[in-house]
């Protein structure tokens, strides 16, 4: 058998990996979306399916007015005395010289859960992950973060034992154990204890095209470490590799010996006019996860099988049989679940009736605060997780003001996003309109041609067909003769790279979902009656 990287498509970054008798599991960042903590599992590293994400209750995650990219960064998911550790960090704050993030705790014995109240644990720096050392003693490895303007703001990596009977850092044996390279912003360490070392695996360079995992030893836990001569992975020297940004990640064994290690990539896409290149490119997908084969030299440093910069073929490990799962993608959901699909997610909040409800065979979301508003809205989205496909919805809304839309929505964050919607007009009364969202600049693309509405058409179909570098909407009254709206959005606009350009938080990828928004406060409900996602 071989991997088929990437092994988790679309927005799966900052993979922790970990074996739990004979199945692996990878757990990932999922930054403002709620639930918190995507975890997928898998009997034979090639084959992967999403089970749960921990995180589902506000005792858990409280994200109200989370920044943009705030929220869950780098959660870590280790097995040990028996159960499952889940360490995660909530970021208050994204831009400027401050990282305001509370890191926590929480166990369980299976990964479906129930998961323990959450345990405090510090501020100092996010990135955190739960060494258990062979004698029983537990130490959280993290960045440390220094908001000071004549300090880098990466100043290492800090060690602090855990005591288990006190559920308590013991902030006086806290020490910075590794300074990193000369690369600079190192972060996301896992600690291990092989071959008689401590080796330290971090990502440093920043999530971007720049992005490399380094590793250090030492003979002992605090220090002093030495540094790989050899970076461990990276493709910031081999621009035309399929998978590019490779870095964060973490180091797993199989039952036989053999050592994998799952890592953060990115997947550009140039316009044709452009330079292969300059720019780099456009990760519309956000930052997936891959999984490298590791072989181990007589110096006792980790390569990564076949090169540092990563393959997209990896040999699964030897004497493994195939476990595939039934496919559990939303292709074609017609809301017969109590609960949304394990695919949809949410903004910073659960989904509750203050949001919406599945009823009758429906989702009904009620209108509530912008696409820009980083307290309360009502979208229910999913990632984009193929460069081609097509998503369609079919809505029954009857606005009557202009500040009530509801619809179709490609979202990256609140700054960037569009949306084909029903909406309201003075002149038409009921129209469809196609709006976008760019760097903060709203534009509507329709305006005085908005598509009127016909009072005896209940229901209207919307349709995005998504073409790697561009994408556009199309709607409906009948379900089957679809008429296509002329405009043509360019994708990079949903893209890490392009968010780059104008904010500090670049870390998701785009989504697909339906949305209500009613910034009049009168909450108009809308009705979804299905929802379909269909790779090409």
């Known amino acids: 058998?071989?991997?088929?990287?990437?092994?988790?498509?679309?927005?799966?970054?900052?993979?922790?990996?970990?074996?739990?008798?004979?199945?692996?599991?990878?757990?990932?960042?999922?930054?403002?979306?709620?639930?918190?903590?995507?975890?997928?599992?898998?009997?034979?590293?090639?084959?992967?399916?999403?089970?749960?994400?921990?995180?589902?209750?506000?005792?858990?995650?409280?994200?109200?007015?989370?920044?943009?990219?705030?929220?869950?960064?780098?959660?870590?998911?280790?097995?040990a005395d028996g159960k499952f550790w889940l360490v995660y960090t909530d970021v208050k704050v994204v831009d400027g010289a401050f990282k305001d993030c509370t890191n926590y705790l929480t166990t369980a014995e299976t990964i479906e859960g129930p998961w323990s109240d959450l345990i405090h644990l510090n501020g100092v720096g996010f990135d955190a992950s739960l060494f258990h050392d062979d004698d029983g003693k537990k130490y959280l490895v993290q960045m440390e973060w220094d908001h000071r303007e004549y300090h880098h703001a990466f100043n290492g990596i800090k060690c602090t034992e855990y005591s288990v009977k006190e559920q308590r850092l013991l902030s006086e044996t806290a020490k910075i154990i590794w300074r990193g390279t000369n690369v600079k912003?190192?972060?996301?360490?896992?600690?291990?204890?092989?071959?008689?070392?401590?080796?330290?695996?971090?990502?440093?360079?920043?999530?971007?095209?720049?992005?490399?995992?380094?590793?250090?030893?030492?003979?002992?836990?605090?220090?002093?470490?030495?540094?790989q001569p050899e970076t461990f992975l990276t493709a910031f020297d081999a621009p035309d590799n399929a998978l590019q940004k490779c870095g964060h990640g973490s180091l797993v064994e199989t039952p036989n010996g053999e050592w994998y290690f799952a890592h953060l990539t990115g997947r550009p896409w140039h316009h044709s006019y452009e330079s292969a290149h300059d720019p780099r490119?456009?990760?519309?997908?956000?930052?997936?996860?891959?999984?490298?084969?590791?072989?181990?030299?007589?110096?006792?440093?980790?390569?990564?099988?076949?090169?540092?910069?990563?393959?997209?073929?990896?040999?699964?490990?030897?004497?493994?049989?195939?476990?595939?799962?039934?496919?559990?993608?939303?292709?074609?959901?017609?809301?017969d679940q109590e609960e949304l699909n394990i695919h949809f997610q949410t903004l910073r909040v659960p989904f509750s009736d203050r949001i919406g409800k599945i009823e009758n065979g429906q989702l009904r979301l009620n209108g509530l605060g912008s696409l820009a508003n980083v307290h309360e809205n009502s979208l229910v989205a999913r990632r984009w997780q193929a460069f081609e496909f097509a998503a369609e919805t079919k809505v029954r809304y009857k606005p009557t003001t202009y500040q009530q839309m509801a619809g179709l929505t490609n979202y990256y964050n609140s700054t960037h996003?569009?949306?084909?919607?029903?909406?309201?007009?003075?002149?038409?009364?009921?129209?469809?309109?196609?709006?976008?969202?760019?760097?903060g600049v709203?534009?509507?693309?329709?305006?005085?041609?908005?598509?009127?509405?016909?009072?005896?058409?209940e229901y209207v179909y919307f349709k995005t067909i998504v073409s790697t570098s561009t994408y556009s909407y199309a709607y409906s009254f009948d379900g089957e003769s679809w008429i296509d709206i002329p405009v043509q959005l360019d994708a990079k606009v949903l893209s890490d790279d392009y968010v780059n350009s104008s904010y500090g938080g670049f870390f998701t990828g785009a989504f697909v979902g339906m949305v209500n928004v009613d910034y009049s406060g009168y909450n108009l409900p809308a009705v979804f009656d299905y929802f379909r996602y269909q790779e090409v």
């Open 281 to 335: 490119g456009w990760c519309t997908l956000g930052r997936e996860t891959a999984i490298q084969k590791v072989t181990w030299t007589n110096e006792g440093w980790p390569e990564i099988v076949g090169g540092k910069q990563g393959s997209m073929v990896v040999d699964a490990p030897k004497g493994t049989q195939p476990f595939e799962y039934v496919s559990n993608t939303v292709v074609d959901d017609q809301f």
């Open 417 to 439: 996003w569009s949306m084909i919607q029903l909406t309201w007009n003075e002149m038409n009364g009921r129209v469809i309109e196609v709006t976008e969202n760019n760097q």
């Open 185 to 227: 912003l190192v972060e996301g360490p896992h600690l291990y204890k092989l071959f008689g070392y401590y080796y330290l695996f971090c990502a440093e360079g920043g999530t971007s095209y720049a992005h490399q995992e380094v590793v250090a030893r030492s003979k002992t836990l605090y220090g002093t470490y030495e540094s």
């Open 442 to 457: 709203f534009k509507s693309y329709l305006k005085e041609a908005a598509i009127s509405v016909p009072e005896e058409i």
């Open 1 to 79: 058998m071989k991997i088929q990287n990437p092994v988790l498509k679309g927005f799966n970054a900052d993979p922790s990996i970990v074996r739990a008798g004979d199945t692996y599991y990878i757990a990932n960042s999922t930054f403002e979306w709620f639930p918190g903590v995507q975890i997928h599992e898998s009997k034979d590293l090639v084959h992967w399916q999403l089970v749960t994400r921990p995180l589902s209750t506000v005792g858990l995650l409280d994200m109200k007015g989370n920044a943009d990219s705030g929220g869950i960064w780098a959660p870590d998911l280790s097995y």
